[in-house]
């Protein structure tokens, strides 16, 4: 019923800048925060960004300064701006959602299938 497509992923030297988007489709009726994960390889997936319906945003400290969450709420889509990239920001990125669709009227969290972003030294 709610699908989040993830875009932007790539290959960036150490310094380089790279732009997620994450759009969320379907039988949406209201978005609630949405954010960024990442998961490098051999760790756990750790939190990168949130941003409320309301446009507050929270940042892991390692990003801080280099990365901006922003979102359209019109389109559903959420952004991550990603500057001053470093190898450790090496990992999949993640898209997420907390949704409440016209079906279920309860709110629930969404993932997207994730984007490679590979940071080279």
């Known amino acids: 019923q709610v699908q989040l497509v993830e875009s932007g992923g790539g290959v960036v030297q150490h310094g380089g800048s790279l732009r997620l988007s994450c759009a969320a489709s379907g039988s949406i009726f209201m978005i609630n925060t949405m954010g960024w994960y990442r998961q490098a390889p051999g760790k756990e997936r750790e939190l990168v960004a949130t941003?409320?319906?309301?446009?507050?945003?929270n940042y892991v400290d390692s990003v801080k300064g280099r990365f901006t969450i922003s979102r359209d709420n019109a389109k559903n889509t959420v952004y991550l701006q990603m500057n001053s990239l470093k190898p450790e920001d090496t990992g999949v990125y993640y898209c997420?959602?907390?949704?409440?669709?016209?079906?279920?009227?309860?709110?629930?969290?969404?993932w997207g299938q994730g984007t490679q972003v590979t940071v080279s030294s």
């Open positions: 997420n959602a907390v949704i409440m669709t016209m079906t279920t009227m309860t709110l629930r969290t969404y």
């Open positions: 941003i409320t319906s309301g446009g507050s945003t």
